[in-house]
C-alpha cells in the first residue's frame, strides 16, 4: 500500500509530470529508426543484407558523449542552458521523423539513410539533455521515483513507435504512420516548455573547462582506483541481462513460439512488467537507499534469467512462457530503476551532460561488444547452460559492489563544489 500512496503522490508533482512527459520524448525515436523502420523496408522488399546495415544508424546513440561538452558548454539564447537546447532538438525531432513519412525506402533508400541518421543524431543529442536534466532537477530522495518515471514514459513511447506503429501500418499508409509518430512529439515539447529550468551553478566558460573538468572532477571525486571501479562496474552490472536479451528472442523462436507469440507476450505483457518493475524499484530505492538497492536489485535480476532456465527444460509452454517473460522483466525493471539513479548521483550539476553521457556510453560496451559471441556461444553450450551462464554473467558486478556502495553505508546528500546547503543536493559516499 505505501508503494502505491508513494507513485499517486509522484505522479501529482510537476517536477515528475515534465519527467513523464520528456522521457516520452526520449522514447519516441528509437524504434522509428530501428525494428519500426525495419518492418517498413522488409514490407517494401529492400534487401535483407541492407537492412541488416541499417543497425549502423544507431551509432551516434553510443558516440554521444564526443558533443555532449558542447551542450554543457552553450547556452541557446532562449528558455535556459537545458531546456532551451531541449525544445530545439525535440522541434528538430519532430521536422525529421515528419519527413520520413515522405521517404520511400524501394525508390531513394540514400535519402531514408540520411533522414535516419539525422533522426539519430539529433535523439541522441536530446537524451543528453534530458539526462543532465533530470541530474540536475532531481534532488536525492527523488532520484529512484523520477528514475522510474522517467522509464515509464520512455517504454510507453516505445510502445507507440513499435507495437502501435506495426498496427496502424496495417490499416494506414507507412507515410500516415511517421506522421502520427512525428505528432506525438509535441507531448515533449508541452512538457519543456512545463518545465522550470534548473538552477546554474558555474556553467563551463570554454570548451576546455567543459572537455577536460568533467573528466578530472569525476576522478579527483572518486579517486582514481574507485573510479576505474566505478566505470568498470557500469560495463558488468547489466551483462547478464544483455545476454539474455540478445538471444532471447532467437531462443523463444526455436523453442516452437510463433512471432505472434513473441510480439505479444514478451513485447506487450513484458513491457508492462518492466515498467511496473521499474516503478516499484524506484518507490523503494526511496525508502532503502541507492547501495541497498545495487545488492538486492541486482541479485533479484541475476537470478531472473534462470526462469529461462526452466523455460529451457520444459519446452514450449505458455505458462512457463509467461512467468519467464514476466519475471524477467520486472527484475530487470528494478534493477534499471537502482542503476539509472546510481549514475545520476555520480554526476556534478556543472557537467552533467558531459559525465553522464560518457558513464551511459560505457554501458553500450557491454550491451554492443561484450554480448557479440553470445550466439556462438549458446550454438556450442545449447540453450540451457548458455542460461546458466548468462546468470554467472551478472555477478562480476555484483561483487564489484563492496568497494564503492558497501551494504552497511548509505549515500548521503552532501553540497559539492559550486553548491550552497540551500541549492541542489548531491549525492557521495562517505
Known amino acids: ?45 529492400v534487401d535483407l543484407s541492407t537492412i541488416g546495415l541499417f543497425s549502423l544508424v544507431g551509432l551516434p546513440y553510443s558516440l554521444k558523449f564526443l558533443w555532449s561538452p558542447f551542450l554543457d558548454r552553450f547556452a541557446l539564447p532562449l528558455l535556459g542552458r537545458r531546456r532551451g537546447w531541449l525544445i530545439t532538438l525535440q522541434i528538430g525531432l519532430l521536422l525529421a521523423i515528419a519527413c520520413m513519412g515522405l521517404q520511400q525506402p524501394k525508390q531513394a533508400l540514400q535519402l531514408l539513410v540520411i533522414n535516419a541518421l539525422v533522426i ?67 507531448l515533449g515539447i508541452l512538457g519543456t516548455l512545463f518545465a522550470q ?20 572532477e569525476f576522478f579527483q571525486r572518486q579517486g582514481l582506483f574507485q573510479g576505474f571501479l566505478i566505470l568498470l562496474f557500469i560495463i558488468l552490472y547489466k551483462l547478464g541481462d544483455a545476454f539474455l536479451n540478445n538471444m532471447s528472442t532467437s531462443f523463444l523462436l526455436q523453442t516452437g513460439f510463433t512471432q505472434t507469440d513473441i510480439g ?14 521499474t516503478l516499484a524499484g524506484g518507490a523503494l530505492l526511496s525508502q532503502i537507499g541507492i547501495n541497498r538497492s545495487l545488492w538486492i536489485f541486482g541479485i533479484l535480476q541475476a537470478l531472473s534469467n534462470l526462469s529461462y532456465l526452466v523455460l529451457a527444460s520444459v519446452g514450449k509452454n505458455y505458462q512457463f512462457l509467461l512467468a519467464a517473460i514476466n519475471i524477467e522483466n520486472f527484475c530487470a525493471g528494478l534493477g534499471t530503476a537502482a542503476f539509472v539513479a546510481f549514475l545520476m548521483s555520480l554526476c556534478e550539476q556543472r557537467f552533467s551532460a558531459t559525465q553522464y553521457a560518457l558513464l551511459s556510453s560505457f554501458i553500450a560496451v557491454s550491451r554492443d561488444i561484450l554480448v557479440a559471441p ?46 550552497t546547503d540551500q541549492g541542489q543536493d548531491s549525492w557521495d559516499t562517505k
Open 264 to 277: 505479444t507476450i514478451q513485447g506487450g505483457m513484458g513491457l508492462i512488467a518492466t515498467i511496473i518493475g
Open 197 to 216: 529550468e534548473p538552477e546554474e551553478l558555474n556553467p563551463p566558460t570554454s570548451i576546455k573547462e567543459a572537455v577536460i573538468l568533467p573528466f578530472g
Open 1 to 45: 500500500m505505501y508503494i502505491i500512496r508513494s507513485l499517486l503522490q509522484t505522479f501529482r508533482s510537476r517536477k515528475m509530470a515534465v519527467i513523464l512527459l520528456v522521457g516520452f520524448s526520449s522514447g519516441m525515436p528509437l524504434f522509428l529508426t530501428s525494428k519500426t523502420l525495419q518492418a517498413w523496408m522488409t514490407v517494401e522488399n
Open 374 to 419: 553470445a550466439g556462438a556461444l549458446a550454438k556450442i553450450t545449447g540453450w540451457s547452460f548458455f542460461f546458466v551462464i548468462s546468470f554467472f554473467a551478472a555477478l562480476p558486478g555484483i561483487l564489484l559492489l563492496p568497494f564503492f556502495a558497501p551494504w552497511d553505508q548509505q549515500l548521503v546528500a552532501i553540497p559539492r563544489p559550486g553548491t
Open 120 to 186: 539519430s543524431f539529433l535523439s541522441a543529442s536530446q537524451d543528453v539533455v534530458v539526462d543532465a536534466y533530470r541530474a540536475d532537477v532531481l534532488k536525492p530522495l527523488e532520484m529512484g521515483i523520477g528514475t522510474a518515471v522517467y522509464v515509464t514514459g520512455y517504454r510507453i513511447a516505445l510502445l507507440l513507435a513499435g507495437a502501435l506503429a506495426l498496427i496502424l501500418a496495417d490499416i494506414v499508409s507507412w507515410s500516415v504512420v511517421y506522421f502520427s509518430m512525428a505528432g506525438c512529439m509535441v
